[in-house]
């Protein structure tokens, strides 16, 4: 499905991600954990066309993403979820909803996609012609991910959802991107709870200073010492 191989991304003169290589196959739920500044917010941006790669090639189902724009990577069965959700605030949560399904074949299928999220979010289905800024924070996460779905993807690309939001949230919040991934979404998660994010995941990979260091099945990860002591806070 999704093939990254070696890529390099820089800001200026600054490299952030170095020789990164991940793949993705199709239905599968893997992350992407490690310390701040480790490059994950880069390389889940890469993915999603906002980072322009300078060196190392990006395929999604065998087509080279490398030269497009990055409004056409949603084209090819891509859709972020960004950091700190980015919402229209000012608009009602229909409106936030409805602007995920801009592409031709997502529009026409609009209010199928629109019954199929409120599904996944019920309370949003009271919410509907509220301002988004008035939602509380995990509703607000819940209209990004849910916008997110509108657009049809094939791969979800999630970063950082669990940022800023009540633990109990937090659990509801996995629960759900795991009900997503098992109606065959394909699933990238970019997170900071590793505990959580290698419990849910199929495989994972561990970034730091901007490179892969490890990867594998999590319960392996998460039995190597210098995970354990960096990330699951043992001695």
Not at 215 to 227: D, F, R, S, T, V
Request: hydrophobic residues 50%; neutral net charge.
């Amino acid at each position: 499905m999704l093939e990254v191989e070696h890529i390099q991304v820089s800001y200026g003169a600054a490299v952030a991600l170095w020789d990164v290589s991940i793949r993705i196959v199709d239905g599968e739920l893997v992350c992407v954990v490690g310390p701040n500044g480790a490059g994950k917010t880069t390389l889940i941006n890469a993915i999603a066309g906002i980072n322009r790669i300078g060196a190392g090639s990006m395929r999604m189902n065998g087509q080279s993403l490398d030269a497009l724009p990055a409004n056409a990577f949603c084209n090819h069965g891509i859709a972020l979820v960004p950091e700190s959700r980015r919402l229209f605030v000012g608009m009602s949560v229909r409106e936030n909803l409805e602007l995920g399904s801009y592409r031709a074949s997502a529009r026409a299928n609009r209010r199928a996609s629109l019954e199929r999220v409120l599904s996944i979010f019920p309370v949003l289905k009271e919410r509907l012609d509220a301002p988004a800024g008035v939602l509380s924070g995990g509703q607000q996460q819940m209209v990004a991910i849910a916008r997110a779905l509108m657009a049809e993807p094939r791969l979800l690309l999630l970063d950082e959802p669990s940022l800023g939001l009540a633990p109990a949230i937090v659990l509801d919040m996995f629960d759900v991107i795991c009900k997503i991934n098992r109606t065959g979404v394909a699933v990238l998660l970019v997170e900071q709870n590793v505990a959580v994010a290698l419990e849910i995941a199929a495989r994972a990979y561990v970034m730091e200073e901007g490179r892969i260091v490890a990867e594998g099945l999590p319960k392996e990860l998460a039995q190597q010492h210098h995970i354990r002591r960096a990330y699951l806070g043992e001695s």
